[in-house]
């Protein structure tokens, strides 16, 4: 159903859209945060680093071209490519900005060559009107993808982890790009404190019956410079174990629609930055033992989707 992996994945449904493999190049926009700036916080999330969640984004240097060209180079110096790419605007919060400064910056990026997809990374609480009507003009030119950071539905959690904004936020902004024929992603974060792991599959059948087409998994990284950081060394946060996790995206997995795109199953944060758990540096290794236990255990992505609904 989806090649020789269990799951609908993003490099799957990239090779079906547009005939090959697409790689993203991480842009960097300048932008901050609210929750960084004062508007709502200053320092940010919980486990959030001085680089936001685009600890890989290309430095802030040059025009948004010159950006992609350099991204293209370096991702060409590594790995054989084609000439499709995704303009990735991942550092920070990506539309917290007037218009006037965001149009020019999305449509120099979509408007390149080599580039067949924006992706934006952003906050629910970020996309006012005139931003959305920018987005779906953008969306008339090439495709575009929306990353939304939930992280959790529960409100207690979202708290903790000074995220800003309540779940209502996001339910709107959901079903606002999606009436705009704007493709949407959504972020979840596995191992969040004081959560259990049933409260992680509740997030994950939420996003599932949202309208979001996408969605990525995320391990909860322990990360130098963050409040995190603080608890884990004091002993108030233990990071999930390494089966605890792969048990984890295979239940949510199990339980998402057939059809939503699977857009990441782990990460590894910058090893210069992460502190715990330690396994998390060995992505390939995760990602291999996902796929084996998803064989052993005959599971496959919407297998158990009638039973969460």
Not at 41 to 49: A, D
Not at 138 to 148: A, F, G, Y
Not at 243 to 255: D, E, F, K, P, T
Request: hydrophobic share 35%; net charge positive.
């Amino acid at each position: 159903m989806w090649g020789e992996k269990p799951y609908h994945s993003f490099d799957f449904e990239m090779k079906r859209r547009f005939g090959e493999k697409v790689y993203k190049v991480s842009l960097a926009s300048g932008m901050t945060c609210p929750n960084r700036d004062g508007t709502i916080g200053i320092g940010g999330c919980l486990f959030c680093s001085g680089n936001g969640s685009g600890d890989f984004a290309s430095p802030l240097s040059g025009s948004v071209s010159r950006q992609i060209d350099r991204g293209i180079e370096g991702i060409s110096s590594r790995k054989q490519v084609g000439n499709k790419f995704i303009a990735y605007f991942q550092s920070f919060t990506n539309t917290y900005a007037p218009v006037e400064v965001l149009r020019p910056m999305y449509l120099e990026a979509i408007r390149h060559p080599k580039v067949v997809m924006l992706s934006i990374a952003t906050r629910p609480d970020c996309l006012p009107g005139d931003v959305l009507s920018l987005l779906a003009e953008c969306n008339e030119i090439k495709p575009v993808i929306v990353e939304l950071g939930l992280q959790t539905i529960h409100e207690k959690t979202a708290t903790f982890i000074r995220r800003g904004y309540t779940l209502p936020v996001y339910d709107t902004t959901v079903e606002q790009l999606c009436s705009r024929g704007i493709e949407v992603v959504t972020h979840v974060i596995a191992g969040l404190p004081g959560e259990t792991s049933g409260e992680f599959l509740e997030t994950v059948s939420h996003v599932g019956n949202s309208g979001s087409g996408g969605i990525k998994i995320q391990l909860l990284h322990v990360l130098e410079s963050t409040d995190l950081a603080t608890l884990y060394r004091n002993g108030n946060y233990e990071p999930m174990t390494r089966n605890a996790y792969i048990q984890a995206v295979i239940s949510a997995l199990s339980i998402l629609p057939a059809e939503m795109v699977i857009h990441r199953l782990t990460g590894d944060g910058p090893k210069k930055l992460l502190l715990a758990p330690e396994w998390s540096s060995r992505k390939r290794e995760v990602l291999n033992e996902i796929h084996r236990q998803m064989k052993i255990q005959n599971i496959w992505q919407g297998k158990e989707r009638s039973r969460s609904i």
